[in-house]
């Protein structure tokens, strides 16, 4: 089977992106909003033709779906080392395009609406297709050169689209935030597929996960510091997918880049670009398991479910809608991590495996879905804070209930997508590591609890007496909510395992129930709490709060981790190590170059007198020169 | 060679002239004049040429050609640093050469 037409996933994206950036002032807003999603529609039908190809016609061959590659020679150095460009279609990148493919054709939809009579509205489309071309290109990477590359782009693209209220300054040192932290963690990336490059021989996935190849039968090889140098090169590519995914040290950046236009937010920040890390993880998780028996692997567990764990308690107390919904992705990715963490390899063991590509998979559509409907509400009532929300649900139906749907499925209510999946994990947690399971449960009953918190604070609660009336959105901003509803109510029914496996082959998985009882208790009492607490205005939440005390204030304010790092960088990088170089710099180096400008300024000064201007103070130089050598000449040679 | 005149009181006179050109040109104040300075020293060297060639090789032609070409060439020369000192002179109603140091440093 050829699969050289999803070349065109990603560069019909990419076409629609320089025609709109080109003619960003040319191209009227509503002709430009269609080109955008004109262009997107095209890829969600490729998207979804190819994964019907792949899962249902050609992908399964006897029992074992295939990987297919197309590739082209990029770069090509000497025989041995080149870089290859092109296309690897196998389980997790098919389900991945639907997923980038879908998300970003809602969110072009939703956009029309809600950035109607912005300024730059052409200019916003152009960006989103630019991130869906890049995204797409990461996706389907054959190697880790093209998978930097298009990391990269995504990069660009988020800070583009973080930074583009460009007139707050508060958007500005969001994305310059965003970007340097995430560059930061990517210099680990580059590290590490160099050490990768280097032992392993190769760039290319399939040669890099091949069971047989060089790289899983060798790693113990050459050891460096007590690991393995692969292990390393393992540890420092995860630093770069933590980075892009929010996970623990490198978190910080997230929720700032809620500065960004909420339909960004829903794209970008919650379903597609901060999943990337998981992906990478998926991508070399045959490296990850059987390299040095897992080591670097558990290190993914473990920041991954403390980062779940983390993110969860700090979106307990944070007020603003959005930031409260960046804080609860990172733990959901926290959660995938987790899962990814937790997995083995062969037949059932693979279920971590399966339930993180599977949590991605409803995670995109129903944290995609909170963030429409988060935006559909700022739309309306033009504030971002609890405090200002209440008694929505009479002014705004759909929203009402599609966010309904979208917090019942987070928060894992049984039948919605959420629930099977979470159920998955906890599974998978629960067979391999008690504790990593007891974070999960718990994270699992914060979840349901700062959900339905959001939820009660903004549909229910105190009448909030409104300046305009608010009122439902218009159909282009409603017609997305209500199909991410639908497949945050069914997605969980798909059988995931039939199609995305870690060892290409179909498993059977079932619920387990008294695992899915427990965790299916603890968010119901998640929700019962929210219930109590906000369903009427009271002072109930005050008072637990005022009861942590000081935990509540460091939860709060997110633990100080921001301030922290601004001490790190401020007090300690720039103060201590910086400032010594610069001056080393300014005096020492810049000195020297000085001195020697200056005293050739200084010396040609003194003998410029020389240079008379008059030509016949030339020529008599000329001329007493050539009789002096003349002189010379004749008393040497001819007396 | 011309009868009754020897090469060494042809090569003094040029050598004259060569010298008296090169001092003129070395003094004079004004522009023209150092022009004419010029035309010596040229024409010196064009005799020098004829003379020699007639003495070493009395039956080729190249040296008096050359001289031909330094004519010429002088001519032209003259023509265009003729048109330069009415420029100057225009632009600073001058043609001495102290007054033509303002390209200096």
Known sequence: MDFSYTILIPLIPFAVFLLLGINYNRIKPAVSGWIGSLGLFTTLGLSYYTAYQYFFVVGKVGDVYQTFTQQWRWMSFTETLYIDMGVLIDQISVMMIVVVSTISFMVHLYSRGYMKGDPGYTKFFAFLSLFTFSMMGLVLAVNLFQIYIFWELVGVSSFLLIGYYYTKPSAVAAAKKAFIVTRFADLGFLIGILIIGYYGGSYDFATLNDLEGNVITNWASTSFMGLSVITWGLLLIFMGGAGKSAMFPLHIWLPDAMEGPTPVSALIHAATMVVAGVYLVARLFPLYYFVEDGYALNLVAWVGAFSALFAAIIALTQNDIKRVLAFSTMSQIGYMMLALGVSGYYGHDGLGYMASMFHLFTHAMFKGLLFLAAGSIIHAIHSNYIQDMGGLRKYMPITHITFLIAALSIAGFPGFAGFFSKDEILVAAYEHNKLIYVIGVVVAGLTAFYMFRLYFGIFWGKDTKYEHTPHESPVSMTFPLVFLAIMSAVGGYIHFSEYVTVDHQPFEAHLNYPLAAIAVGVGLIGILLAFVFYKKPSGLPDKVSASFGLLYRWAFDKFYFDELYLFVTKEIIFKRISAPFAWFDRHIVDGTMNLIGNSTVAGSEKIKKIQSGRMQDYAFAFIAGAVVLAMIFIYKWII | ?105
């Open chain 2, 1 to 105: 060679m011309i009868q009754g005149i020897s090469i060494y009181e042809i090569l003094t006179l040029t050598s004259i002239i060569f010298f008296i050109g090169v001092y003129g040109f070395l003094t004079r104040k004004n522009l023209i004049t150092m022009l004419l300075s010029i035309e010596l020293i040229l024409n010196a060297s064009a005799i020098n040429f004829v003379v020699i060639n007639t003495y070493l090789f009395p039956d080729l032609l190249q040296g008096v050609f050359f001289s031909v070409f330094i004519v010429a060439v002088a001519a032209a020369e003259t023509a265009l640093a003729v048109a330069i000192v009415i420029n100057l002179y225009k632009l600073i109603t001058s043609v001495e050469v102290k007054d033509t140091e303002v390209m200096k440093y």
